[in-house]
């Protein structure tokens, strides 16, 4: 079958997001500027670029009305934390989702520890092995009806956190160990327990070009 989004998909359930998968979750903390602590995930998270650093994350509009308490402090402060979701953190990070009033502080409902970041004054979830800390750059609102009309926020990482237990003697970061939340369609997770090696092919080379073959 195939459908456009205009006319629909004839399914109890949009499949759209169960295609684009499996995507890393955005945990992301923020502070206000009256000093109060927010955590949410989002599933819409990702690098943006590797030089320097840059991630972004895509927010809907609150269902409470008006934009997101992370957008907003994230645009006051200039600052937000992406903390890692992991397989042992799932139901802290599935209680930090909740749709709460302005001023409530996830960190507490979920019952997390706050760690202290370098950069900023943004709270890190202590219990996440790994962090990046983000300076905000800006966000790009795209259009779409009431609650779907989306702010896609992007940060540069000024400082990374990787707890010492999961660095490999190799110097890899191990991910089998921390085991990962990958967010899927629905109300459908995954987690990553296992990895293989795949390295690309040498780069094409073509005699008109003056190119040699060369390793990535």
């Known amino acids: 079958m195939d459908y456009t989004p205009e006319t629909g998909h004839g399914f109890p359930h ?3 997001k169960s295609l684009t ?3 890393p979750i955005g945990w992301i903390s923020t502070r206000s500027t009256a000093g109060v602590d927010n955590l949410a995930p989002f599933s819409h998270f990702q690098n943006v670029m590797g030089r320097p650093p840059m991630v972004m994350f895509a927010a809907t509009q609150s269902p409470l009305g008006g934009r997101k308490d ?8 200039g600052w937000f934390v992406w903390n890692m979701a992991t397989w042992d953190l799932r139901d802290a990070v599935n209680r930090s989702s909740v749709a709460a009033p302005w001023g409530v502080d996830e960190f507490t409902l979920a019952g997390l520890t706050k760690a202290p970041s370098i950069e900023s004054a943004v709270s890190r979830v202590a219990e996440s092995p790994c962090h990046f800390e983000c300076r905000y750059l800006q966000t790009i609102r795209l259009p779409g009806g009431g609650v779907d ?6 940060g540069q990482v000024t400082r990374v956190h990787i707890a010492d237990h999961v660095i490999q003697a190799d110097g890899k970061v191990d991910i089998p160990l921390i085991k990962p939340l990958a967010r899927l369609g629905y109300y459908d997770y995954a987690v990553v327990e296992s990895v293989f090696e795949m390295k690309p092919p040498p780069a094409y080379a073509h005699d008109t070009l003056g190119v040699v073959g060369m390793d990535f």
């Open 149 to 154: 009309a989306v702010d896609m926020v992007i």
């Open 14 to 16: 949009d499949p759209f």
């Open 21 to 23: 998968v499996p995507r």
């Open 70 to 77: 992370t957008v907003r402090n994230a645009e006051e402060t």
